[in-house]
């Protein structure tokens, strides 16, 4: 039987709940992070907690945890649960309050960390690569709830995924509130173009990946030109190659933007070729 963190006990999934004034739930108020760990070992732990503590930190939310007692969770989670390869999902909420929105009725933030597994697509998926449709629905805008901030409230990432599947894609492309390409719905966005590996910068409207510094980092050491710079949607239809990066997705290739087919259509090889070296690294640093 799986068993949660939620507050201090490790709790059975059955038993699993919290309650309905917590504002995680009333507001989404709250931040989170998705985790993978590779043969039972967690891969790059730290970043995630540091952003974690970021998002938090920016949402004006103490974490009721220290740094490495979390760490600790997370790793508690693995074992306890006896898994290998597993996905993480960490959350601190704002707490239990009344129903109104005023955060200083909720004394006490919330923790809870589930370990279990994860599959966002089919093999069949990462052989033949993924369709997108830009969405109409934009991330929020930088000096809003800034994507940056990896907070409970995932609404318009949602509203883009179901356009998406309205429209027959596999996946949604998000642009930023403004212009510009920000993000998939829970993955970064890259293209290649004349074997140089192009991603919107950190401080562009996305949230940043830890995948995506992961990719970058691989893709310059293999001697590709890596750069970050702010991308159209022209720019991801000329391309070469197109694929995305995420904890849950790890690298997926995309064949198909707004009907357009980026490149030949197949999943191109610098595209598998990271996707290789992105398995090896996290079997070697795991
Ligand atoms: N953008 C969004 C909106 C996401 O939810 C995620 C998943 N955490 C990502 C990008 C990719 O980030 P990471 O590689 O850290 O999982």
């Known amino acids: 039987m799986p068993r949660i963190w939620i507050d201090g006990s490790w709790i059975e999934k059955a038993d699993a709940k919290i309650s309905v004034f917590d504002h995680g739930l009333l507001y989404g108020d709250g931040v989170f992070e998705g985790i993978r760990a590779y043969g039972g070992r967690i891969f790059r732990l730290r970043q995630h907690l540091e952003r974690l503590y970021a ?24 074992r306890l649960n006896d898994l290998q390869d597993a996905y ?51 991330v929020h805008h930088r000096e809003g709830v800034s994507p940056r901030i990896k907070s409970l409230n995932y609404l318009a990432h949602i509203l883009a995924k179901i356009e998406a599947i309205a ?52 893709a310059a050491q293999a001697g590709y030109e890596v750069r970050e710079s702010n991308l159209t949607r022209y720019e991801l239809f000329t391309a070469d190659e197109m694929f995305l990066t995420g904890t849950a997705a790890e690298l997926v290739g995309v064949v198909k933007l707004d009907g357009r087919v980026i490149g030949d259509g197949k999943v191109g090889p610098v595209t598998r070729d990271l996707a290789a070296r992105f398995k090896a690294l996290v079997a070697r640093e795991s």
Do not use: H, Q
């Not at 949402?59 to 979390?70: A, G, K, R, S, T």
């Not at 309050?97 to 909720?106: T, V």
């Not at 949230?207 to 970058?216: E, K, N, S, Y």
């Open 55 to 78: 998002s938090a930190k920016a949402i004006w939310l103490e974490v009721p945890v220290p740094f490495d007692v979390m760490a600790r969770i997370c790793e508690e989670a693995i």
């Open 88 to 138: 993480i999902r960490l959350l601190v909420t704002r707490g239990v309050g009344d129903l109104g929105l005023d955060p200083r009725k909720c004394p006490k933030a919330s923790v809870i960390c589930i370990a279990d597994r994860i599959a966002l697509f089919s093999p069949e998926v990462y052989e033949r690569g993924l369709t997108m449709m830009t969405a109409a629905t934009p």
């Open 167 to 218: 429209a027959g894609a596999d996946e949604a492309l998000m642009l930023e509130a403004g212009s510009g390409v920000s993000e998939g719905v829970g993955e970064n966005v890259f293209c290649v173009r004349k074997r140089v590996v192009v991603t919107p910068p950190a401080y562009a409207g996305i949230l940043r990946g830890i995948t995506r510094d992961a990719v970058l980092e691989i």
